[in-house]
């Protein structure tokens, strides 16, 4: 096993606990990767599940030391960070976390939009009362090495706010996250009898649109798994939730197919979606891809444990 | 310090802090605030002020973002980074300001300079449909046009008095403008321009155009196809007298110029009423913004 992949949380934009959606869990994201024998810790996203991956990581990892961890959140919408109050190791001492992530235009500093969580009116713990030494350290689109042979990449996402994909490199294996994301798209494509209709511009942003897209699809080519947004199908997602962020099953499985990856991870579930309805749509994925590629597709599912 | 090193030294002081033309300013504070503003809204009010469009064009270039490749369209600008940032950074960046709240001294007007850089925009965005250049370049003529008298802003504000005689010389001598500058101020718009573009980081074609629009035989670089374009452009304006930006007197355009663009001098009359037409609807999308 090169990289062990576990999904503490699955869901979008809130959670959802219940009975129907106890098969594939109702917390928000978070992912617990884990790099070769001696299981480096890194997490991606700090949404509600992360509450259950510190219990684990109290488990597992304090006995062989202090914690000491990287957690990269693609962006700072709240499903993504609602669970930084409630990961355990920001209150231990000897604890020392680095949280990456990146900041939109104007926005306070990542201390203030992912800390300020820890604040009296939120939170009966103050930011200044945590124990663990916290660094915040704002990302961009760049390639790092993050030692003992973990090379990470960053691309910048199409969402409302700056979001980030990953891509992890080591030992020959990829791992990349496209999550929250929507297809780049020409939204100066209005109607010729539209006032804002600018031939120019439209010419101009299908091929920006289809350039950006190319680029996103290049920063996941070849990966061995993907995790990726399909928080709505194409259906609902022409009916009037363009512009909101996301992608859907049909968008995620034709660029994961054409960009050579092998397994793809159908990612941040809609909260609406029941148990059953999303088995339902991946029932019918599948038997529409069936045949016409290799890649593997499956739906994400809080508890399970990929290896690559 | 001699009195041009001086001269710089004020003129880098006040770009630090310039601010965009009053034109599209309560405009931009309109869309700002209103949700249902479209992306050519806003692309439109960015685009129709060339100090917020090299500010803005600064910020996307800028390490905030870190981009790997350099972004000269404000199309695609709007489509990677989305509405809401674009909206963000041309909010933060668009200062009220104006040439010159010195109106006794006031070598050029708002209006008069705002109209001639549009005019320079839309000419040689045109000029290079014509001859079928690259639709994704478009954006980068228009842009460039748009800039090329950037350095004027600076010596009307800051030297307003020296302006106001350079300006007086061209009329008593019938020079152009970048001579009389010089004599008067020991430096021309050209060279402010590049401290201009300089500072917002928008890359060597741009700042090719800024400093060699007068100086075309001694361009050596390879962005000779948008600067010639903007030349014409600049001749166009000044000859139809579009707008006003203190040039009464311009050097003619080399013969060579139309020879090696492959335009005639019949083509300016095909643009200009184009160019009236697109000033005309940028003045009225400006104006809904008072009413």
Known sequence: MAIRVTFWGVRGSIP???PTTVRYGGNTACLELRFGAQEKLIIIDAGSGIRELAGEILKKDLKKGPIDTKIF????????????PFFTPIYMKGAKLEVYGP???????????????????????????LEADIQYIRLMELTKDLGDGIRMTTKYLNHPITVLGYRFEYQGKIFCTAYDHEPYRNIFDVPKDDPSYVEAAVTEGAQAAKEENEKVQEFFRGADLLVHDTQYTQKEYEAGKRGWGHSSFEWAIKSAHKAGVKRLILFHHDPDRSDDKLEELYGGYLAKIKGKTKMVVALAKEGETIEV | MNDKAQTIAAIK??????PSLPIAWSKIQEISKNPRATPADLNQVISLDPVLMG????????????LNTQITSLVRAIIMLGVNTVKNLALSTAVLGGLSNKSNFQALNNDGFWRHSLCVGVAAKLIAIKRRRDPKQLEEYFVSGLLHDIGKIPLNNKLSTEYVQALALTDKEHLPLYITEERTMEVNHCEVGRLIVN??????????????????????????????TVAAANYFANAYQIGFSGDRYPESLPPSVYEELKITRDYFDEVESKVNGEIEKAKIFLQVAHQ
Do not use: C
């Not at chain 1, 959140?73 to 930084?84: E, K, R, V």
């Not at chain 1, 900041?103 to 009362?129: A, C, I, K, T």
């Open chain 1, 103 to 129: 900041v939109s235009f104007e926005d306070e500093g990542l201390d203030s939009v992912v800390g300020g969580q820890l604040q009296y009116r939120y939170f009966p713990v103050n930011m200044g009362q």
């Open chain 2, 55 to 66: 500010r803005v064009m600064k910020l996307i270039n800028s390490a905030y973002y870190g």
């Open chain 2, 199 to 228: 500072n917002w980081n928008l890359g060597v074609a741009m700042e090719d155009v800024v400093f060699f629009h007068h100086f075309l035989d001694s361009y050596p670089g390879e962005n000779r196809d948008v600067l010639l």
């Open chain 2, 13 to 18: 002081n006040y770009i630090s802090r310039m």
């Open chain 1, 73 to 84: 959140l693609t962006h700072t919408h709240w499903d993504h960070i609602m669970g930084f």
């Open chain 1, 16 to 18: 959802t606990p219940g």
